[in-house]
């Protein structure tokens, strides 16, 4: 029988394709770049013809490491939220570049809802604040600034989707058999669905102006969701698991019990902790989102979403050449003391929760003729904490206190960055030794959906791994004064 599980995994640098086995281990990969288009400031696009093209590529790639696409049992998909793709369902072509969850062109649109007085009714609906990031508003901008997206809403063959439904339609034979479908954790993200709704709904489609037709089909986050087709990878291979990224690393770290709480650093940080069957309110500026839906049942979870992180290392190495590789950061942070004053609010593209300011910028302050490249590096990585711990006051003051701290994401390697967290959250702070569990979330979703696991909690059992645990060492002054510089300074930004 086959058992090894094919992931997909659609980051917003890259998109990779990854096998696992049923307990967990790794067995091979291929990855591609994705090509980051900014044609005005805020804006960031993609082009879904290379996602899909480089996604097939990776794919085969790694089937051919499997050593062919019989020993393939299933198909795990997980994604880049709140991208959104345009396509015809006649041709199966983008009607125009998608528009990345990091753009903020229609923060003047949000902003006019929330004149109107619809964000408190939109956020006890949704879980969701009225703001760039959200799926829905983007739809609504592409119908009004792009002509073909426009037409094709007319003439009835528009199709809209997050990155996770582009594929499955593409997968499952595009314009001839494509599934036209989306996950519930997915369709949670875009404005357009009632945590409670089974589907999305009339009501805040017609709000934002979307047309419903041109939506997917909102289903389970495991089971048999749709079937790749034998020309794409080989043979049939059914598409049995299926979530957002944040949602699939929060299953990926097992985080399954109401109360359990993961953060994963990667392009942003995403924290979300886990409230069962309970549909999260908050009163701090978080997201209710759902977790995931199995046999039309939802766990739910309660986020904050910080929308800088590794991107900041990024920006480091790629635009001030303060490091090669991000890697060095660590290094660079252990060779000095502290930073000197040094404090960076990496508000790139605005400053996401608890704040929500979509027209905040970037501020680095107390620099000096001490200050280096080591306090620059030092001062990137602490950013993550302080970002980290102003979430934490919120969930606290929600009601959703943490008592552990599971990491992951590429910059959690960072064995320096994981202890200041664990220091400044003054919390214990744990990581497993295979820290992308946005992918391992995903091959536990299909595995279960496949019925090669029984349920979730079997698959954490068997496929986690082992864990790494930081815990706190900082003195509480050496805290408190670092906090009070991260909130002078976040009063600039």
Same mark, same amino acid.
């Given at each position: 029988?086959? /058992? ?6 659609e ?11 049923l ?5 091979g990969s ?11 400031? =805020? ?14 590529a &990776? ?8 050593g062919?696409?019989?020993? #393939?049992?299933c #198909? ?7 991208t959104?793709?345009?396509w015809?369902?006649?041709?199966g072509?983008?009607?125009a ?7 903020r062109?229609?923060?003047?649109? &949000? ?5 109107? !007085?619809? /964000? ?28 073909a ?17 582009? %594929? ?28 409670? !709704? ?6 805040? &489609? ?6 419903r037709?041109?939506l ?33 690393a929060?299953?990926?770290?097992? &985080? ?6 993961k ?23 978080? %997201? ?31 635009s001030?050449g #303060? ?24 508000? %790139?593209? !605005? ?12 501020? #680095? ?16 990585? /602490? ?7 102003? %979430?934490a ?20 390697a ?6 200041d ?11 497993? /030794? ?16 496949? =019925?090669?696991?029984?349920?979730l ?34 009063s600039?930004?």
């Amino acid at each position: 029988m086959s /058992e090894l599980i094919l992931v997909l995994d659609e980051g917003t640098t890259s998109t990779r394709a990854m096998l696992f086995g049923l307990d967990g281990k790794f067995h091979g990969s291929a990855q591609q770049e994705i090509t980051q288009h900014y044609p005005k400031a =805020g804006w960031v696009e993609h082009d879904a013809g290379e996602i899909w093209e480089r996604t097939l590529a &990776c794919a085969r790639e790694v089937v051919e490491q499997a050593g062919g696409a019989d020993r #393939i049992a299933c #198909i795990g998909i997980t994604n880049q939220r709140e991208t959104v793709v345009a396509w015809d369902r006649n041709t199966g072509m983008p009607l125009a570049r998608a528009i990345v969850w990091q753009d903020r062109r229609t923060a003047e649109f &949000c902003a006019q809802l929330r004149d109107d !007085g619809h /964000e408190d009714d939109v956020q006890r609906r949704t879980g969701l604040l009225l703001d760039p990031y959200f799926s829905g508003t983007k739809m609504r901008w592409l119908l009004d600034n792009e002509p073909a997206v426009r037409s094709a809403a007319k003439a009835g063959t528009l199709a809209f989707g997050t990155i996770e439904s582009w %594929l499955t339609y593409k997968l499952t034979g595009g314009p001839d058999s494509g599934a036209h479908v989306t996950d519930a954790s997915n369709a949670s993200r875009t404005l357009l669905l009632e945590l409670g !709704g089974a589907d999305f709904d009339d009501g805040l &489609c017609e709000l934002l102006g979307v047309p419903r037709a041109a939506l997917p089909r909102v289903i389970d986050n495991a089971g048999e969701l749709g079937v790749a087709r034998e020309d794409m990878l080989g043979a049939a291979i059914p598409i049995t698991g299926m979530a957002g990224d944040q949602q699939a690393a929060t299953i990926g770290q097992a &985080c399954l019990t109401p109360g359990e709480t993961k953060a994963t650093y990667g392009t942003g940080a995403f924290v979300l902790t886990n409230k069962g069957g309970e549909i999260p309110t908050s009163d701090n500026r978080l %997201l209710g989102t759902v977790l995931y839906q199995l046999a039309g049942a939802r766990t739910y979870a309660i986020e904050g979403s910080v929308f800088v992180a590794g991107s900041l290392v990024q920006w480091l190495r790629d635009s001030l050449g #303060i490091v090669e590789v991000a890697s060095q950061t660590e290094e660079l942070a252990r060779s000095v003391e502290d930073t000197g004053g040094v404090t960076i609010v990496p508000a %790139l593209a !605005g400053l996401g929760a608890p704040h929500w300011n979509a027209e905040a910028r970037g501020v #680095i302050t107390g620099l000096s003729f001490h200050s280096g490249k080591a306090e620059l590096a030092r001062a990137a990585l /602490e950013a993550m904490a302080h970002q980290t711990h102003d %979430l934490a006051t919120a969930f606290a003051a929600d009601g959703a206190r943490w008592e552990t701290l599971k990491i992951d994401g590429g910059m959690s390697a960072n064995d320096w960055m994981a202890q200041d967290l664990a220091d400044v959250l003054n919390l214990p702070v744990e990581r497993p /030794e295979f820290v992308e569990t946005t992918a391992l979330g995903a091959a536990m979703l299909a595995a279960v959906g496949a =019925g090669l696991h029984p349920d979730l909690a079997t698959a954490g059992k068997e496929m986690r791994g082992t864990l790494s645990r930081f815990s706190p060492n900082m003195e509480d002054g050496v805290r408190q004064e670092r906090l009070a510089r991260w909130r002078k300074a976040l009063s600039a930004a």
